[in-house]
């Protein structure tokens, strides 16, 4: 009781001690998702942070380790957030025990919960044993409070993981090793295959535990065997190592464990356990705070509803976990450049993940856009999946190519562009091996058909659009590094989803759909827009093609003239929300925004104040996997009131639930977003003014407010589109009036 105590004094304490004002970190609830298909991780984590142990429970099943039912089963030390699909990672388990020790089941019954900012806690009742946790970046820290009974130890299982098998996506143990190196350390490893993105080649975490508090005896197990006189064993084939450190006497003692990983070699995961010193676990926890709270600062929000502020700064705490940055830890090539990992899907973060940080973060996502471009220059390919060191899991285009892009367009510094462009060219280029894993599969016929057929690669129907934008995306970037021939190509390559464009195929009273397409010409028979999405075996992924008939952002006034104009498309768009969307899935993201290319702000703001009520402060509280922090990032744009079009330099202006939001920007400006007149029935804007002018369009640059200076929107219970008199760009129906520039 005292040691909870003691936490809450602790987080009270550094709360206060921020420079004027409140510290956002008071307001992260990391038990915000966990529950439902959020999936998100529930143990400590530093920003973009290698290591993220967290407690696994059940039947290891859950994505993130935790789940609300079952016994915990220990905590291991590397977890993934707010993913769908097949599980990953759950490597290095350790669990403190007592009593006589059965290697068969050391879990136990949890009591008394505790999540919060980079600290879990619970009572393991089986044992009446307090578990803590904090960590650095590539260490954790345990503060295990053991009661007075006999034989107190802890023990490392090496052949744990987690395992889902959706889509058999299972993990698959390949190796594992366990050594005690003396009375106070452990060292050892788990090499896995499989997981959520189909790993061939397995993945190796090793790692280094020492304790502040020598054993009385320590053991070895093979396979549930124990090992007499063995001071180490590895087991391959499914076998499982584990080993034991016993802590004598029956007295109550406090026994601190720090671990480091890496997924490099054991003596790297020494170094790493060094970032942790003299097994201080409440200055790891105030370093780890305070780390948090420089990534929170940037936006500060001023809102009445303090769950506000929780789902808020949650969102952006979530934006924030992955990828994983693992410079120094890459053990496929020696490079300079940074390393990250963990992109996860990239198909998911490229709309609204990667342009906040580029936005908040220019620093780390110009570290990020490198790494994308060293494994491209050692791979061949971008990501479009990646975890575990390896590419895997391409999901429709190769969005990395936007994710780039997006920067570009922003003019991040930092980057070789050159290299970028070259990269982003590999992918619209070469037809990879495999394209379930990298790259664009089908592109012989994207280039020489001039879409993708249904013979050509699955999930065509939604790939040829998400490859047409692609395309757009490169070609801004070719448009402003002089490559005209290049720009022209990509240009026209970017008009090619007309050719997959039934302008004869009629759903619910409207006319003009994406439709799969034979290589031979012919259209999909028997085809309706509303069929499935899956995976396995259909046309569209994660979206129909009512969802995906909307993905023309490179040109949205021919898609409008092809639905018959705006007030057709206003009509259509009113008949997707009515039954024929998924706001869980990212296709979705950008449709209730798309009103505005019609003239209609009104009824963007309807559907985001109907939308953000989905969102809430507790454990359920996100509608849907939140996919590495896609969808939290989805609730802080439109929360802020504005939003981006990833791949291009400009944000929509949307409808705002705080009354100010200040941006601190990395160049030392500020841009502040002010509501005024905010209420519950005063959701529309009636007049919009950029630094005191009045403001005659829906949509901002990137440039103007990375400049500096203050959106005032004045709101109104009544709608009003005047104001909003100038459409959106749309690039492809206007090349003269764009302007790309060279970052």
């Known amino acids: 009781m005292k040691k909870i105590i003691c936490i809450a004094a602790l987080f009270s304490a550094l709360a206060s001690a921020f420079a004027q004002g409140e510290s956002p970190t008071q307001f992260v609830d990391t038990w915000i998702g966990s529950r439902g298909s959020g999936n998100t991780v529930i143990g400590p984590s530093l920003p973009f942070g290698m290591i993220k142990p967290s407690p696994d429970t059940g039947k290891n099943s859950s994505n993130s380790g935790w789940g609300a039912s079952g016994n915990i089963n220990g905590f291991s030390q590397t977890h993934v957030s707010g993913t769908g699909g097949g599980s990953k990672y759950g490597n290095i388990l350790v669990m403190p025990a007592n009593g006589t020790l059965d290697v068969s089941n050391i879990s136990s019954e949890r009591a008394n919960e505790t999540s ?5 806690g619970v009572d393991l009742t089986r044992y009446g044993i307090k578990a803590e946790i904090t960590c650095s970046e590539k260490a954790a820290i345990y503060r295990f409070s053991f009661p007075k009974k006999e034989g107190s130890k802890i023990v490392f299982d090496t052949g744990h993981f987690l395992y889902n098998n959706v889509a058999g996506e299972g993990q698959h143990l390949a190796d594992c090793s366990v050594e005690i190196l003396s009375k106070c350390e452990v060292s050892g490893h788990t090499s896995l295959t499989g997981g ?8 190796t975490v090793f790692f280094y535990a020492t304790t502040d508090t020598p054993a009385s005896k320590f053991g070895i197990f093979k396979d549930g065997k124990f090992q007499k006189d063995s001071l180490k064993a590895s087991a391959e084939n499914g076998e499982k190592t584990m080993a034991f450190l016993e802590f004598g006497g029956e007295s109550e003692r406090t026994v601190h464990l ?13 170094r790493n356990a060094k970032e942790i ?4 676990f409440d200055g790891t926890l105030k370093r780890a705070i305070s780390a948090w709270d420089k990534a929170l600062r940037p936006i500060e929000i001023e809102t009445d509803f303090p769950d506000q502020k929780k789902i808020f700064y949650t969102a952006l705490y979530h934006a924030m976990l992955m990828p994983a940055n693992r410079t120094g830890e890459n053990p496929l090539w020696k490079s300079k450049e940074p390393y990250y990992d963990d992109f996860y899907a990239i198909w998911d973060t490229f709309r609204t993940s990667g342009p906040l940080l580029t936005l908040i973060a220019p620093r780390r996502q110009a570290e990020i856009i490198r790494a994308l471009i060293d494994i491209q220059k050692h791979e061949g390919f971008l990501p479009d999946g990646r975890s575990g060191n390896h590419n895997g899991r391409t999901q429709g285009g190769s969005n990395a190519d936007v994710y780039i892009a997006d920067a570009f367009a922003k003019e991040l510094k930092g980057v070789n562009w050159r290299d970028a462009y070259e990269a982003v060219k590999a992918d619209a280029e070469n037809e990879p091996a495999d394209g379930y894993k990298e790259g664009r599969g089908g592109l012989k016929d994207w280039h020489e058909i001039g879409y993708l057929s249904i013979e050509g690669f699955k999930m065509s129907g939604c790939k040829n659009v998400e490859y047409a934008y692609n395309d757009f995306c490169i070609m801004q970037m070719a448009q402003a590094l002089n490559k005209n021939e290049d720009a022209k190509k990509y240009s026209d390559r970017a008009k090619q989803w007309q050719n997959v464009w039934d302008e004869n195929l ?9 439709r799969p397409r034979h290589r ?11 069929d499935g999405c899956s995976w396995e075996g259909d046309t569209f992924y994660e979206g129909n093609s009512w969802t995906y008939s909307f993905y023309v952002l490179q040109d949205m006034n021919t898609l409008i003239e092809k639905c018959g104009g705006k007030d057709i498309f206003t009509n259509r768009l009113d008949e997707f929300f009515n039954g024929k969307c998924d706001l869980a899935n990212e296709p979705f993201f950008l449709t209730p925004y798309l009103y505005i290319y019609a003239n209609r702000h009104d009824k963007t703001a309807e559907r985001i104040h109907k939308i953000l009520p989905r969102f809430a402060a507790h454990a359920g509280g996100i509608p849907g996997n939140d996919d590495s922090g896609a969808l939290s990032a989805w609730y802080a744009w439109s929360a ?5 079009v990833a791949g291009q330099d400009w944000y929509f202006i949307g409808s705002p639930i705080f009354e100010n939001t200040k941006i601190n920007l990395q160049n030392g400006k500020a841009f502040t977003i002010k509501a005024e007149n905010l209420s519950k029935e005063n959701i529309y804007v009636a007049k919009a003014f950029l630094n005191g002018k009045p403001l005659k369009q829906a949509w901002i640059r990137h440039s103007q407010i990375v400049s500096g200076g203050e959106l005032t929107l004045k709101m109104s219970k009544n709608p009003d589109n005047s104001w909003a ?5 749309s690039p492809l129906s206007d090349l003269k009036s764009q302007k790309f520039k060279q970052p």
Do not use: C, R
């Not at 919060?116 to 879990?120: D, P």
């Open 506 to 514: 009629e759903h619910s009273g409207f006319k003009g759909f994406i």
């Open 196 to 203: 959520w993105n189909l790993q061939k080649e397995p993945f």
């Open 520 to 530: 031979n010409g012919k259209w999909l028979e028997n085809f309706k827009p509303t």
């Open 277 to 280: 010193k003299n097994f201080d």
């Open 725 to 729: 008199e100038t459409p959106p760009p």
């Open 116 to 120: 919060k900012l980079a600290f879990y």
């Open 640 to 644: 802020m009131g504005i939003f981006p």
């Open 258 to 270: 720090k671990i480091g990983i890496s997924f490099v070699s054991v003596a790297q995961a020494k």
